[in-house]
């Protein structure tokens, strides 16, 4: 039984019809932001948001865009719920996580509108499983208001030497700071912990930075444990583009490959540390 | 201070810390003349270990009297001694985290001393121009220091890292004590097994080895002796990854055991752990001393030399030189017969002569390891601590005379005659972080503080000493076939 | 009294190694049952237990080398020992690349059951290691509580999926519930299912086979003929604790040739692996809502 012959006369009730050849290429983006249970999806014509909070201060955002789908039908405006994302990515895997080379999993994933479930099939070596999946009212989202024009601060880089560095992050310390300048250090993060300070320096012209615009020293901090969970994006990611604003706000963007080559996004975006902000001159 | 660890050399200095941490939880750092030396001791102070890493070990190395850093200098020349300070092993760890990252990416590692703000400072010189720089807090400190003499442990054993290894793994990984017990013709380690809970529903396990499996193996003294084995892991851990063999030094029950590594002449380690002070084996125990004079002896060979090395003046023979030690006719009395060896410890005759052997007095129940502060006269004899120092006596004959304390001296690195010594800053008891309100469950009394683990009175001749007047055979478990 | 056994050829250390380390899973103590021909692990349900019973049986000699027992009695020649089958799993670990194993019945400070070890070396001698693990030994009289536990009248016999897969898909629903519905029809089919208040899965396998038994209980190789009339795509089910399907899973190391899963509808689930020279058999209870 193959997902394409399997109810296609009923696929006239849904609202979205998504399907795609690899489950991988959806799960794995989303695992690059699953720092809390639930998630609020958003899908328009030009494919699927998800978004994950906490604490208002941060805010993760994955984008499939419909390309990556091998079908993509959304016959409203748009759909959104509120879902849990833990659930969803156990179903996604449901399978096994394992990334053995040709064993993947196709995926249809359909919606039936305001108060439906979300319905995943799955199926691999014929094997086929269904998932009806609760959906819950959506909450609103924030906005960080953050504007390409108000960028003051901006590098873009290789995750993979990013990716101890966040990973080894010394938890006992409340903030992690961000120092970004056209002079030296140039990039530097540092923490403040129990046995000491800890400053990690990346030159501009260092090998793995491949772009480098920064016009003043900015000096933010933000709470390092809402910003560690990003560790995971940078995992799965090939290169994360920093950039800071006037406000101190953070945005990390991170270009992940995806099994077929194609290139999808997620964002971070972080407020910075409140103790600090009042210090400063605005 | 100042020293920069090259990249290839960083991995073994990781692997160090690593291997201290899973000892004791304050590093103590002392930039010595002759190398670097790192010491940890565990909170019951049943287990000491010291990393030595000699000047050749690193690009560059400065202890300290450099001349360029005056302000330092001046500091360092006020306390008329050398910079000394212990960190947390988790601050240390901190930078050295992970080991397969800093094997690729570290290139040089560089540790400084920035006395301003009162930081030990390590900075990772890492591939692609990155830096990471860890500033960390320090608290100053007198060195902490141990003395024992392997050489005149009448047992060596020098075996493969990967033997022991294999041997260890057939414990489960929970088994904390093993008992080591040894004859000439063979080799035993068995699971040391508590007396509660149940003894008969523990499972027991014993690893039989020749002595052909071990590249030395040198018995003067049938005897066996347990200890902890958690540490021993960790320093086979160590020594595996870095392709070494490991020298055992022993003696009996009681009486400490020492593991030494010897990293090709750029580092060396040193491990000493307390042994049990009762017999641990279910076996028969062949080495008992009931006769407080009388010391069996039975070697690989037939050398039934006299029993006592104690009142030997003459000094032992480098421990660094396995000469002695080869010569296996005359097992380690060989030593006394040699007045004219080289030795390391010509200088240091004096704390010999104190030197007493376990046959010397009845067993008793403190492992003997003699903590002495240095008081700035190095040479003094151990018995003559003063009043700003305090010696610990291990059990051996000490109950008895109470004030003839043991001392053993250790040499660190080729020729080097620096003592090593426990060394416990005197009236500053809160610099120790001894748990007063737990007493041992086990036997293993504190190697450096006796008995009790509060070591509030500094008072040599404090009893940490509980006379005892149990003979050890009587107390063996009656063994079973 | 007396036992004692030698295995010396590496492949049958290992695959014995993998049978207890399967038992071992399923049940932290049992019962070992040693006979002159073959080899027993027994669990019987008890409360502790959870209401699993294990009943697995192994041809002695497909294992042993040497192989010499007294049991308690010249009319009762069998031995039942209590073990822990953690202790017994520690002294297999060392013998993972032993030249040979003993083991013994022997009585140290208590009854053991001693595996001696011979292990290659450096050397020209061996190296050896003995684990001495304590085993009680159970009384004649209380031997009926140990007995075969009967074939239960099942609704539905089927033949499982590779384990493997089974167990992906369970290491998943295992983060979604507790508990995971398994049913079976006559047609081949069987499916996996969890269900709480935010979601439902359902995994579906297909083209499985249903075995023939015989009035004796015993397997047969042909189709499954009982229900000819329609009632075969009939599914049964029983709601069993997910975590005990979980460790059954785990035989899938001792690569059987066959696992059957018999269902009696609501009540009981008996799986039944079998490999060349062993049998296993593991009833897990139902849990009523």
Known sequence: ??????????????????????????????????????????????????????????????????????????????????????????????????????????????????????????????????????????????DFNFSSTNVINKIIMKSECLKEAF???????????????????????????????????????????????????????????????????????????????????????????????????????????????????? | MKCIIPGNNVRVFGKAIHCLSKIGEDLYIEPLENGLALRTVNTSRSAYACFMFAPTFFYHYDDGKCQNDTQQQEKENEDDGKFKCKITMKSCLSVFKSLPTIEKTVEKCKIKLNFTDARLVFTLLCKHGITKTYNLTFQ???????????????????????????????????????????????????????????????????????PEEFDDYTIGLDTEVTFCLKELRAILTFADACYQHVSIFFETIGKPIVFALDGESVFEASFVLATLAEPGSTQNTTQVQPAPTARRTVSKTESQKKTTVASKKTPAHESRSCDGWNDRHNGFNNTSNQPDRPSAFSERNSPRQNLKMAGDAGPSRMPDIVARIPD?????????????????????????????????????????????????????????????????????????????????????????????????????????? | MRFRGRLVDVACIQHFTRVVSTISKLAKNYVLRITPDKLYFILNDSVTSGGISIWCEMIQANFFDEYNMDGVS??????????????????????????????????????????????????????????????????????????????????ISIYMPPL??????????????????LSGNGNGEMNL?????????????????????????????????????????????ARIDIKKFSNFLIGQQMNPSKVICNIVHNKVIHFFLIQDDLSLQYFIPVISL
């Open chain 2, 140 to 210: 100053e400190t007198e060195s902490l220091q141990a003395v024992f003499a392997k050489d005149l442990c009448p047992n060596k054993i020098v075996a493969q890292s990967k033997l022991l290894c294999d041997a260890v793994g057939n414990f489960q990984t929970s088994q904390e004590e093993v008992t080591l017990i040894v004859s000439p013709e063979k080799v035993c380690l068995k699971n040391y097994v508590d007396d509660e809970p149940d003894p008969n529903k523990v499972m027991h396990t014993e690893m039989s080895l020749l």
């Open chain 3, 164 to 181: 493997r897969l089974l167990r992906n898909v369970i290491d998943r629903m295992k983060n979604l519930s507790s508990y995971v519905i």
């Open chain 2, 376 to 481: 700035g006269r190095e040479d003094d004899d151990c018995s003559n601590a003063s009043s700003e120092s305090f010696t610990f006596q291990g059990k051996i004959g000490i109950q008895t005379s109470g004030n003839k304390p043991e001392c053993f001296n250790v040499q660190i690195g080729e020729g080097d005659t620096s003592t090593v010594d426990i060394h416990i800053p005197s009236g500053d008891e809160d610099e120790f972080d001894f748990i007063p309100s737990t007493p041992p469950t086990k036997k293993f009394k504190s190697m450096f503080f006796g008995s009790s683990q509060s070591q509030t009175n500094s008072s040599q001749n404090e009893t940490m000493v509980k006379p005892t007047t149990v003979l050890a055979e009587d107390t063996d478990e009656d063994d079973s076939d």
């Open chain 3, 193 to 237: 299912s969890v269900e709480t208040d935010m979601v439902s899965v359902t995994t579906h396998f297909r083209d499985l086979s249903n075995p023939t038994w015989n009035k004796d209980g015993e397997l047969e190789e042909s189709q499954y003929e009982i229900s000819q009339d329609g009632q075969s795509q009939n599914f049964v089910s």
């Open chain 1, 1 to 142: 039984m193959s997902l394409s012959t399997q109810q296609g006369d009923e696929d006239g009730q849904y609202v979205l019809i998504a399907k795609l050849d690899n489950a991988r290429n959806m799960s794995n983006i989303l695992k690059a932001i699953h720092f809390k249970e639930m998630a609020t999806v958003f899908a328009t014509a030009n494919g699927i948001k998800v978004t994950v909070e906490d604490s208002k201060c941060i805010q993760a955002n994955s984008f499939l865009q419909a390309g990556i789908f091998q079908e993509f039908i959304l016959r409203e405006e748009s759909a959104t719920f509120k879902i849990d994302i833990t659930v969803l990515l156990e179903c996604l895997n449901i399978f096994g996580s394992s990334t053995l080379p040709g064993a993947t999993t196709a995926l249809k994933m359909c919606y039936g509108g305001y108060g439906s479930p979300l319905i995943l099939w799955l199926e691999e070596g014929g094997v086929l499983t269904d998932c009806t999946i609760k959906t819950l009212e959506p909450d609103e989202v924030l």
């Open chain 3, 74 to 155: 010249a009319e009762f020649n069998e031995i039942y020992l209590d073990i822990i089958g953690e202790n017994i799993m520690r002294a297999l670990k060392s013998a993972q690349s032993a030249k040979s194993v003993k083991v013994k019945l022997t009585k140290k400070h208590t009854p053991c059951l001693t595996f001696d070890v011979q292990l290659p070396s450096l050397s020209v001698s061996s190296r050896n290691v003995v684990h001495d693990v304590p085993v009680n030994v159970i009384a004649r009289r209380l031997w009926e509580d140990y007995q075969e536990p009967p074939m239960p009248e099942f609704d």
């Open chain 1, 167 to 282: 990973s080894e992050l010394d938890m006992t310390s409340e903030v992690l700071e961000i120092l970004m300048s056209p002079d030296k250090p140039y990039l530097r993060l540092s923490t403040f912990g129990n046995a000491g300070s800890t400053h990690a320096d990346y030159p501009k012209d260092s090998d793995m930075v491949e772009s480098f615009q920064c016009t003043q020293t900015q000096t933010n901090r933000y709470k390092l444990s809402l910003l560690k969970p990003s560790v995971k994006a940078l995992t799965l990611s090939n290169k994360i583009s920093i950039r800071t604003d006037c406000r101190g706000f953070l945005s990390l963007q991170y270009m992940i490959r995806n099994d077929d080559g194609q290139i999808c996004f997620v964002e971070y975006y972080c407020s910075p540390d409140e103790e600090l902000d009042e210090n400063d001159d605005r």
